[in-house]
């Protein structure tokens, strides 16, 4: 079975300081008939206040993040192994 892994960084960045909305975050491989996530992860900074994960209609796995304060960068960074089965 071939294993990948993979990482995905998403950075914002602004001029002052801005405060953040709701994000939601679509970022783990969807598991399938023909592949297996074995490990995920997600690094959030500045760190949430609070994480939510549902699964959407598609059976997607959404992540949904809500902040305090007030920050100049936004930075995600999601990682993930996945096996594919033949």
């Known amino acids: 079975m071939p294993t990948y892994f993979i990482r995905h ?5 602004y001029r002052s300081p801005v405060a953040f909305g709701e994000h939601r975050m679509v970022l783990r491989p969807r598991d399938g ?10 690094e959030i900074k500045p760190r949430p206040s609070s994480l939510a994960w ?3 209609a598609a059976g997607n796995l ?11 960068e936004l930075r ?11």
């Open 33 to 42: 008939p023909d592949q297996h996530t074995v490990h995920s992860a997600i």
């Open 54 to 56: 549902f699964e959407d």
């Open 62 to 72: 959404v992540g949904s993040a809500r902040f305090e304060g007030r920050a100049r």
């Open 76 to 86: 995600v960074v999601t990682t993930a192994t996945v096996e594919q089965v033949p």
């Open 9 to 13: 960084v998403t950075t914002y960045r």
